[in-house]
Each structure stands twice: as C-alpha cells, then as structure tokens.
C-alpha cells in the first residue's frame, strides 16, 4: 500500500472486553512504532519494534497492554480488560530505518471504552 | 526522564508575520523531529533534524537544533493561512533507549 493502514478506524467496546488493533506499515518498513494520542494532546510513545523484535515497551502504561509483530511486517496491539482510561486514539507509525529516519503515520484507531 | 516543552502552546498571528516556536528538552538527544498536525488528521512529518548546527527549510519554516543548548526551533516566515496547524516537535533519547518524548504542540492559527 502507499502508507500506513490501521484498523479497525472506530471501535467501541465495554469496559472489561479484550481489543485488539492492527496496523500494516509501509511495505519493507523495518521499524513500526504505536502511540497513543488523548484529546488535545501530543502522541505518547507506548512501544516500537525493529522487524519482529519489540525493542522498547517501556511505554505501555500497565500489563493489559501488549504488542506483536510476528513476521516484521503487520502489528497487533492488544488490550485486555479494557477500561474507560484506555478510550484515546491509537496510532501506528513506520519508518523506513529506525533511529533518526522519517516516521510515517496511519490514520489511527478511535477507541471508545464505554 | 526526558521532557520535551514548546512554547507557545498556542499562538495566533496575522498572515505575512514571522514567528518562531520553541522546543526545548531536558536530557542529551542529537535527534528531533517536528511534525505538523491538521485538526481530526493524522501527523504529517516536517523535518529530521540529527546533529548539532542542523539546519532545513521547506517552504515557509525552518528548523534548526542546537544541541548544546538542547533546543530546537522552528521558523514560520511571512506566514499565510495555510500554515495553521498543531506543530510537534519530538526528542529521542539516546543510547541504548529508543522512547520517542513529544512535545504538547504549538496550535497556531494564522488570521488572513
């Protein structure tokens, strides 16, 4: 594809069901990156993976949340337990190298907990 | 812990002004990045900036980095309405931790 995909772009969800997001990166990206993003806020950094290894998850804010990427190319952030806090807008970002090189964003996920 | 602050956070200026938006950050990083953020729209990358004495344009803006001082800029000249954006500016940390610290942006909203 031309850029980064996210899917699903909306989802809503009751507290305490278990979500799961998906971002395609641009073909031969090796590094992908997920954010969170409140309301009126700056993205903040949750995890980033270099292929399929996940390099730094110091982000992710407690253990319902987790990421993988198993083949280097498509990445699944999941969210067990969900709770209301968890409500933001979720993105994926690629790049071509990693450190120091041009990060490309997807469109993002809405998450609404209810 | 690193911490990324701009300055303004919000700024509103009449078109053909020039401006210039403030990064500044706490710990030692020789990469920042600034990206531009339309309303209910993905983040656009602007500029990589990865040494001390870094220096690119692109239009109207300009950024630069001075390290040693640990701040960025990023210049608007004679700005036109189309500029009106939340800008980004992003530090990552160095060694061996690749986190990536984002500013609160700088909303600006250039009157025609």
């Known amino acids: 594809g031309a850029g980064v995909s996210q899917s699903p772009r909306y989802k809503v969800t009751k507290r305490g069901q278990d979500v799961a997001l998906r971002c395609d990166p641009i073909s031969g990206h090796v590094s992908l990156y997920w954010y969170r993003q409140a309301l009126g806020q700056g993205p903040e950094f949750l995890t980033y993976?270099?292929?399929?290894?996940?390099?730094?998850k110091s982000g992710l804010p407690n253990d319902r949340f987790s990421a993988e990427r198993p083949e280097g190319s498509i990445s699944t952030l999941t969210i067990q337990r969900t709770e209301q806090r968890d409500s933001a807008m979720y993105r994926c970002a690629s790049s071509s190298s990693g450190r120091g090189d041009t990060q490309y964003f997807g469109p993002g996920t809405r998450l609404t907990v209810l | 812990e690193l911490k990324v602050e701009q300055n303004p956070l919000f700024l509103s200026m009449q078109e053909g002004k020039n401006y210039t938006i403030y990064c500044n950050y706490s710990t030692t990083s020789d990469r920042l990045y600034w990206y531009r953020q339309d309303p209910g729209k993905s983040l656009e990358s602007l500029f990589v900036?990865?040494?001390?004495?870094a220096v690119k344009q692109e239009g109207r803006l300009m950024a630069s980095l001075d390290t040693k001082a640990r701040l960025s800029t990023l210049h608007i000249t004679a700005a036109v309405h189309d500029l009106s954006a939340t800008y980004y500016c992003?530090?990552?940390?160095?060694?061996?931790?690749?986190?990536?610290?984002f500013g609160k942006g700088t909303r600006l909203h250039i009157l025609p």
């Open positions: 992003a530090v990552e940390r160095g060694g061996r931790d690749d986190k990536i610290i």
């Open positions: 993976f270099n292929y399929e290894a996940q390099q730094d």
């Open positions: 900036l990865l040494s001390n004495g």
